[in-house]
């Protein structure tokens, strides 16, 4: 890609300037990256429709094509990055090596496949053979180039252009204004095609099971505890047992359930500090609980229970996880969340 070159004021005097200067220097970078990823959000229409539409025709939920996504040099780094991005938020990807291609690698590529090919000239040799077997078994080709006259852009399917816009470098060769257009239009790609089939949190969660990200989407039913666990009374238990209760559990509250199990109330300590005096240990759970707590479904993602119990206005430690009906079937600690991660 050819063009202007940010403005050179920015580049004099950089070696051995102060950091201020890298300040400057690094501004200058994001500026002209910035303004690359405008121009190719303002230049969007309908080629880029027909893109997602013709790779979801081989990657979609009911068939078994992929995307197979390749690349040369930097734009082989971003197709790596687009391909597990595209895997990860549900549609099949793969990365091809162009290189390897030719020397067998085009044995990985199914019939049922598309292909999404990245180079900023058009005219990589190393794309070649990989789009010649795109065009000899008829597979989809989509292109990501910056220039619309080059031979992957007249030999593609649909060819994305990206519009013309200076490299970030002081010489305007290294490829850097290029290559985060093409990430972030990558990105755009794989965002609409998991917007088309509704892919949600329950499906990211899947390709995600590890690392604090697989702990926020976990639900509340993976950490919860259960059965015999759970800090149970009915209203007319003596407060004497209750308090044993509650110190057998080790949640710090007790839960109080009518007699279908619909939870109806709760005592906390609080509720014991604001109750405390010579009577308590005489009167039942119903004249010591607070009625109507808040409680949570098991479905709910973990992260989400985590907001309501750092409430600012009324910040608790414990949730009670019931069921459609309202019946107790789990209880919520915050120190289960910190253990796993999710806090």
Same mark, same amino acid.
């Given at each position: @890609?050819? *063009?202007?070159?940010?403005?050179?004021?920015?580049?004099?005097?950089?070696?051995?300037?102060?950091?201020?200067?890298?300040?400057?220097?690094?501004?200058?970078?994001?500026?002209?990256?910035?303004?690359?990823?405008?121009?190719?959000?303002?230049?969007?229409?309908?080629?880029?429709?027909?893109?997602?539409?013709?790779?979801?025709?081989?990657?979609?939920?009911?068939?078994?094509?992929?995307?197979?996504?390749?690349?040369?040099?930097?734009?082989? &780094?971003?197709?790596?990055?687009?391909?597990?991005?595209?895997?990860?938020?549900?549609?099949?990807? /793969?990365?091809?090596? #162009?290189?390897?291609?030719?020397?067998?690698?085009?044995?990985?590529?199914? =019939? $049922?496949?598309?292909? !999404?090919?990245?180079?900023?000239?058009?005219?990589?040799?190393?794309?070649?053979?990989?789009?010649? &077997?795109?065009?000899?078994?008829? !597979?989809?080709?989509?292109?990501? $180039?910056?220039?619309?006259?080059?031979?992957?852009?007249?030999?593609?399917?649909?060819?994305?252009?990206?519009?013309?816009? #200076?490299?970030?470098?002081? /010489?305007?060769?290294?490829?850097? $204004?290029?290559?985060? /257009?093409? !990430? =972030?239009?990558?990105?755009?790609?794989?965002?609409?095609?998991?917007?088309?089939?509704?892919?949600?949190?329950?499906?990211?969660?899947?390709?995600?099971?590890?690392?604090?990200?697989?702990?926020?989407?976990?639900?509340?039913?993976?950490? @919860?505890?259960?059965?015999?666990?759970?800090?149970?009374?009915?209203?007319? $238990? #003596?407060?004497?047992?209750?308090?044993?209760?509650?110190?057998?559990?080790?949640?710090?509250?007790?839960?109080?359930?009518?007699?279908?199990?619909?939870?109806?109330?709760?005592?906390?300590? *609080?509720? !014991?500090?604001?109750? @405390?005096?010579?009577?308590?240990?005489?009167?039942?759970?119903?004249?010591? @609980?607070?009625?109507?707590?808040?409680?949570?479904?098991?479905?709910?993602?973990?992260?989400?229970?985590?907001?309501?119990?750092?409430?600012?206005?009324?910040?608790?430690?414990?949730?009670?996880?019931?069921?459609?009906?309202?019946?107790?079937?789990?209880?919520?600690?915050?120190?289960?969340?910190?253990?796993? *991660?999710?806090?």
């Amino acid at each position: @890609m050819s *063009g202007a070159v940010i403005d050179a004021d920015v580049w004099q005097g950089v070696a051995g300037a102060p950091a201020s200067a890298d300040i400057t220097v690094a501004r200058g970078v994001l500026a002209a990256e910035a303004a690359g990823l405008n121009a190719l959000s303002a230049a969007l229409d309908d080629l880029f429709v027909q893109a997602v539409t013709l790779l979801e025709g081989r990657a979609g939920a009911h068939t078994n094509g992929r995307v197979v996504v390749s690349g040369m040099g930097k734009s082989g &780094h971003v197709a790596r990055k687009i391909a597990a991005t595209l895997a990860s938020t549900g549609t099949p990807a /793969m990365f091809v090596h #162009p290189g390897e291609a030719s020397h067998g690698d085009l044995g990985m590529i199914m =019939a $049922t496949d598309a292909v !999404l090919a990245l180079s900023n000239s058009g005219e990589t040799a190393e794309l070649a053979d990989l789009v010649a &077997h795109s065009r000899r078994f008829g !597979l989809p080709l989509v292109a990501i $180039t910056g220039r619309a006259g080059s031979t992957l852009a007249l030999a593609a399917d649909v060819a994305l252009i990206l519009p013309s816009a #200076p490299e970030a470098c002081p /010489m305007g060769l290294a490829p850097t $204004t290029s290559t985060t /257009m093409q !990430l =972030a239009l990558g990105d755009a790609i794989a965002v609409a095609l998991l917007t088309r089939r509704g892919f949600g949190p329950a499906d990211f969660r899947v390709f995600h099971p590890g690392g604090k990200l697989g702990a926020q989407l976990r639900r509340v039913r993976d950490v @919860m505890h259960g059965g015999a666990n759970l800090p149970l009374a009915s209203p007319a $238990t #003596p407060m004497p047992a209750a308090l044993l209760a509650m110190t057998a559990k080790r949640f710090g509250c007790l839960g109080v359930t009518d007699e279908s199990g619909r939870l109806i109330g709760i005592v906390t300590d *609080g509720d !014991l500090r604001r109750a @405390m005096g010579p009577d308590l240990l005489s009167r039942s759970v119903e004249g010591v @609980m607070t009625r109507n707590p808040r409680a949570v479904g098991p479905d709910m993602l973990a992260a989400e229970a985590l907001r309501i119990m750092n409430d600012p206005q009324r910040p608790i430690t414990a949730l009670f996880v019931v069921d459609q009906q309202g019946v107790a079937v789990g209880i919520l600690h915050i120190h289960d969340l910190l253990r796993d *991660g999710v806090a």
